[in-house]
């Protein structure tokens, strides 16, 4: 008996799945699942994890989401690196806000100062800077628009330790007419080499809370940045190196600025 001849016709496309990203080491993941649970799509971890990945299983189970233990060198390639710290959640991003002058006039009403970063090209600095906030108690984060600037991505969210999930992040479409309007509800602080005042005397002025920008590692911020500024402020040092690593600047900056409110 013949057989019927083979059929041509191709599978049907698989349907692309929606962007998601990896959240690796147990504090990323922990704050994950303690701010937002319904974006962990799935979960992996490894033998040392188990006993802490059993509060998580338990909620990936309610969802009826997948998760299971694997060996490391599965996780190491389930991650694409080996810096996952034995658990790695993968999920749906955070939606990316543009800045809103408006909104921010109420995040100025607790007088919580605002950190914004102009064109910081490192998702390690971005993440550090993002760990510091969380640290400090502080909420909201503004990004540039600048062509270099790092945006959320897996490297800032392991080096963050949790922080971006604890920090709202906003995006400033025309950064330089976004700063002219946050001076309706802020007293617009810039950074930069041995070019301002000194840190103690332009956070000793008093008026509205401080939104403070960082700019980029090499070249510090642009000149019209700095021009829409109503002060720029340097951290005097010795002398004996040129300056500072922009994750260690915002670290002293964001500790003077919340110290004593």
């Known amino acids: 008996m013949a057989r019927p001849p083979l059929s041509h016709k191709k599978a049907p496309p698989r349907r692309p799945e929606p962007d998601l990203e990896k959240v690796a080491g147990l504090p990323a993941v922990q704050a994950l699942f303690a701010r937002d649970p ?15 990945a059993g509060e998580m299983c338990k909620i990936m189970a309610e969802r009826r989401k997948p998760y299971r233990m694997v060996a490391a060198d599965e996780l190491t390639r389930i991650a694409g690196t080996p810096l ?16 809103d002058p408006l909104e921010a006039k109420t995040w100025a009403a607790s007088r919580a100062p605002l950190v914004l970063l102009d064109g910081i090209g490192n998702p390690h600095n971005l993440g550090a800077i993002a760990r510091t906030m969380a640290f400090f108690g502080l909420e909201h984060l503004v990004i540039s628009d600048h062509p270099g600037q790092a945006g959320p991505s897996e490297a800032a969210l392991r080096v963050s330790e949790g ?25 617009i602080v810039g950074t930069a080499l041995g070019s301002g005042q000194p840190l103690a005397e332009v956070l000793a002025k008093p008026g509205k809370p401080v939104a403070i920008i960082l700019g980029n590692e090499e070249h510090g911020l642009p000149p019209a940045t700095q021009a829409a500024c109503d002060d720029i402020a340097t951290i005097p040092g010795s002398g004996r190196v040129q300056s500072l690593n922009v994750a260690a600047t915002a670290a002293i900056l964001i500790h003077e600025l919340t110290r004593g409110k």
Request: glycine share 6%; no cysteine; charged share 30%.
């Open 84 to 99: 996952h710290g034995g658990i790695l959640a993968v999920a749906r991003p955070r939606p990316l806000p543009v800045l």
């Open 163 to 187: 922080g971006l999930e604890w920090v709202n992040l906003h995006r400033a479409v025309k950064f330089v007419p976004a700063l002219k309007r946050l001076r309706d509800s802020y007293r």
């Open 38 to 52: 319904d974006r962990a799509e799935r979960l992996f971890y490894d033998e040392r994890m188990k006993a802490q």
